[in-house]
């Protein structure tokens, strides 16, 4: 009985200084540890800028590629229909870098980008909102035709 008490104090001490606050360590990092970041109110939350996540821009279809001389960029205009397909715009000029991940089947290169294409461009930094948006991409997906679903809903009339 004594053991299983005390066995049962250990745990209890155990679990209790693994909830305590470590304030040895606040400032040494800039980055923020799990225990500050939970806001205490609304007025704390981390403003839009604050997010380290890339803004579904466009999907649609490439309706132009246009490759540099040098072949480290290219602009791709891309179309789609609004409303059915989740993004922000439903056309863009759209910066395609060597930096750009390019996806398909398997990782590709921006030399894979072909009118014609469906696209989901996912942006980076500023859009200029002038129209179309012009923006630089972070990454693209294309998607094979086979798997597009909302070209006819019965539903709708």
Do not use: W
Not at 4 to 18: P, R
Not at 76 to 101: I, M, P, S, W
């Amino acid at each position: 009985m004594k053991l299983k008490v005390f066995i049962l104090m250990m745990l209890t001490m155990i679990i209790l200084s693994a909830c305590g606050n470590d304030e040895a360590g606040k400032g040494d990092s800039e980055i923020p540890n799990a225990e500050n970041q939970i806001p205490a109110d609304d007025e704390t939350l981390p403003s839009a800028g604050d997010s380290q996540l890339v803004t579904y821009g466009v999907a649609g279809y490439i309706q132009e590629v246009n490759l540099s001389d040098d072949g480290k960029t290219a602009i791709l205009f891309v179309e789609g229909e609004l409303g059915k397909n989740g993004a922000d715009y439903h056309r863009a000029y759209v910066t395609v870098t060597q930096d750009t991940v390019v996806y398909g089947k398997e990782e590709l290169t921006m030399s894979d980008l072909k009118v014609g294409q469906y696209v989901n461009v996912f942006f980076e930094g500023d859009v200029m909102e002038s129209d179309p948006v012009q923006a630089s991409a972070k990454q693209v997906n294309i998607i094979p035709e086979e798997t597009l679903e909302f070209n006819d809903d019965p539903t709708e009339e």
